[in-house]
Structure formats: C-alpha cells, structure tokens
C-alpha cells in the first residue's frame, strides 16, 4: 500500500539526486520510504499522509525548546516584517555575538572573545580551519575517524554522519592533495596523537575534534582527553579548534565545553565552532575564539571570509529568542528526560536479550548494538549495526521517529513532556523484541 509519502519521493527522486537534499534523509541505512514532513509542534512532527510522530531527531539538533516555540516563530515573524535580508550589519548581530560571548564562559575562563556569523556548521568549520592555518603559518589538519564536521573538502576523510551511514571512506571529487593534508587519527587515543605530532609537529597548524562525538553515534571523551589535546596542540604551536556545532548550547548554556569547564576539566580551545541551536532552526551557524586569532579574519585582517546571508535578520531573530529562553531549566529538562529515556532503552534491550550498550555525553546518547560503549571509530563500526532497522521501524509504526541511522544520536527537547516520554517508553520494549528478532545479512 502506498501513500503520499511514496508518491512524494518518486516525485522527488524524478527531480532531486536520491529525493532527498541531505542524504541521511533518504533512509538509506534502515530502507523504506522517507516521511516527506508536513508541520511540526513541540515533540512532534506530522507527515504528508497526516501521521504524527513523536519526534526524537529535532530538526538534528536545533529544536531544543521543541518544535516551532511560539516565542521563537514571533520573532521571526515579526523580523521578516521589517525585511527578510539586507546585506547590512544589524544591531540583532551584535546582540547574538555578545550573548555568545557571555554564555561561552565559566568563572574566568572566557574562551570566545569576538564571534563571526555564518549560515552553515560546513561554513563555520571550514573558517575555523582557513583561520588556523592563516595564525600558524601551517597546512596540516589533524582530525578523528569518525567526526563529522560538515562536508568541505579537507573534512569528509573518514566522516562520521552520512559518510559513516553509507559506508564511505571520504568522498569522490575531492583532490588527492587537499585530503593529503588531513591527517586522520583514532578518537580517545593519545599515543595516536603523540605519534602525529612527533612527525608532523612543525607542520600542523590544528587539530579539530568533535567537543563530544555524536556523528558516528555517541562518543564521549575520556576524561581529560580535550584538555590533551589543547595541550598538545599548543605545545607545538599550533590551535585546537573544538567543533560544537552539535553540542554547543544543546547539553549546557556554555556547551560540552562549559559541561566540562564547570565539572573542573578546564582546557582553552582556540576557536570554537557553533551551529544548530544557535540558530534556533534557521540557517545560522558561527565561530568564535580569543580576539588576537578571530581579528585576522578581513576586514581586519589577512584570511578572507564572508557571506550574502550572513547574519540573516530573520535567523538571528530566531537565535537570539531561542537562546534566550535557553535558560537553566530548560538544560535541567532535557538533561531529565535524557536519563530517563536512555534508562528505559537499556531496559528494553535488557529485558530483549539484546547486546547493547546507552552511550552518553550530556544529555546526547544513542543506542549501540555492541558489549560497551565504544571509544573510536572503529569500535562504533563493529557493532551489529543490522539491528537497528527493524528498531528504527518498530519505533516508527507505533508513532515514534528515530534519526534513521544507528550512527546518529537521539536528540530531545523541552517540550518532551510526561506523555510524550510515556510513549516512548511504551515503544521500547516492541522495538527492542524486533531488534532481538533481526537476522544477521
Ligand atoms: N560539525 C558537526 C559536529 C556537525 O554535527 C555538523 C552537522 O551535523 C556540522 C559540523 C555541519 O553543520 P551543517 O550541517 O550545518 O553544515
């Protein structure tokens, strides 16, 4: 039996590569049709045949305070009364980067000085790295198997999210010579990065890592891991650029940064990248870092940057509002029903029968079909990752939508609320029978 959402992505896949404008959307990994969305409100999300779901992907990542928050939608509306773009500074700019700043800090430890708005997490990695290089002097970037940092050229060796979901080793069309300058290690393996600065130390110019990694499902650091880093970096003179585009803002008001600042493992990253709930849904991403590194970027200095959208009126409306009602309660909300609903998934393995493990960092996690949570890339792989689909649409025919990728974490938000989690919960144990039930391909 089809239905509209069939009919949609013939339709699409007529016109657009695959259907779909993301590839993690086209349910590669976990097969069957893509739910074409229609709408979506608080915890939830309404596709094109008119089903409702139980939303448990947050636009990945944005929707921290849930789905189309009247406070955030008024802003933006009342923003796009006055213009939709001007190609101007704005006094709403000013007011976003100083909220940046302010919230970027833990007792005198005040990582992010001066803020450049972008539109996209791709853009604000890939001026992070052109910024490194224009400080050090240097061309070599170091980053993990597994991370996903956007899909610039120098980037997509050995990525997580949908590099990770399709099984990819890096990308076609990106020339031999810009991927010989990634050096790519194992995450949480500090001889790996020993070994790549003794022989390359003159020559790297940044290590770039996922605050906490959570696009090759969640990873954590091990403790003290980015402050090793931070260390490492700078005792060979070149910059840690730590990429929050996911986490930051999501799992504290300071972001993983400020989870760890405030738990005492305290490290200064050089510049650290933002995007999805700084935005709050728009397209508005940025980097920030201490003011002698950000001031090289033109006008004011030598590494070029720069953006039509940029700052985009309505983008910063919904940023500004979103972060803004970001506060202290909402984190403790969210951090809540995380531990709630990563206890109730590790129940229902349990009661299944099913290998498992609930990795977390703050209040990200996922599920993992393996003995313990795994520590790089390669672990992560090694899971029976052939369990998640019949999970996946399990969850999804009694009303609950998973990212549709084992490699990707679960994100909730604040309008997650008594009920919502209920059926969640009541989901679990079906999902997890099925996933027991899944024969190995
Ligand atoms: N960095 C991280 C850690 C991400 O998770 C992502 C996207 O998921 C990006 C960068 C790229 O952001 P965007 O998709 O906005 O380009």
Known sequence: MTDRNDDLFDAARAVTPGGVNS????????????????????ATVTDAAGDTYIDLVASWGP???GHAHPEVVAAVQDAATRGLSFGAP????VELARLIVDRVRVGEH???????????????????IRLARG?????????????????????????????????????????APIAAQTLVVPYNDRAAIEQVFAEHGDRIAAIIVEAAA?????????????????DTAHAHGALLILDEVLTGFRVHPAGFWGLQASAGDVYLPDIITFGKVVGGGM??????????????????????????????????????ATLRLATPEVYARVDAAASRLADALDAALTEAGVVHAVPRAGSLFGVVFAERAPRDYAEAQAQEA?????????????????PPSVFEAWFLTAAHDDDALERIERALLAAAAAAALAARP
């Open 135 to 175: 400080a050090t002097g240097r061309d070599l970037l170091v980053k993990f198997a597994g991370h996903y940092h956007g899909h610039s050229d120098g980037l997509l060796a050995a990525a997580g999210s949908g590099v990770a979901t399709l099984a990819l080793p890096g990308s076609a069309g990106v020339p």
């Open 23 to 42: 590839p993690v959307r086209a349910y590669g990994s976990v097969g069957g049709t893509p739910r074409f969305l229609a709408s979506a409100q608080g």
């Open 214 to 230: 959570a696009n090759m499902g969640v990873v954590a650091p091990e403790r003290g891991f980015n402050a090793f880093l931070a």
């Open 283 to 320: 397209p508005l991403a940025a980097l920030g870092g201490r003011a002698e590194i950000m001031d090289l970027l033109a006008p004011l200095g030598p590494v070029y940057q720069a953006g039509t959208l940029s700052g985009n009126p309505l983008s910063v409306a919904a940023g500004l």
């Open 110 to 128: 005040a990582p992010v000085e001066r803020v450049r708005l972008v539109s996209t997490g791709t853009e604000a990695t890939m001026t992070a």
């Open 63 to 65: 929707a921290l305070l």
């Open 386 to 402: 052939f369990r998640y689909a019949p999970f996946f649409h399990s969850m999804r025919e009694q009303g609950v939508a998973l």
């Open 90 to 93: 704005t006094e709403g700019e």
